[in-house]
């Protein structure tokens, strides 16, 4: 096996939302990494406009809250996800 894909969240690309994932990966779990989310972007060679990044990362933990199998724990978690990543500012 080489690869697997997630048909239930396969789509057409944006690269704001893929950049935007990324960047709430690496705010959300690899808090040390922060600083290099500026390689990142430079390695895209584009930076989408914070307003357009936060909202789709919004917009990914809404998503991942309305997932229909989620259990009470887990929406709780995903809830608590939004309100961080709302009060998140550029960095």
């Not at 690869?3 to 690309?13: C, I, K, S, T």
């Not at 893929?18 to 990142?40: G, S």
Request: glycine share 4%.
């Amino acid at each position: 096996m080489t690869a697997v894909l997630d048909w239930e969240f396969a789509h057409e690309g944006d690269q704001a939302e893929d950049l935007a994932w990324a960047e709430w990966i690496i705010r959300t779990h690899h808090t040390d990494e922060v600083p290099a989310l500026a390689a990142l972007f430079d390695g895209y060679g584009h930076r989408p406009p914070w307003p357009v990044r936060h909202e789709h990362m919004l917009a990914k933990c809404r998503q991942m809250l309305a997932l229909p199998r989620l259990h009470q724990s887990g929406r709780d978690r995903w809830r608590r996800n939004i309100t961080v990543t709302a009060s998140w500012t550029e960095l």
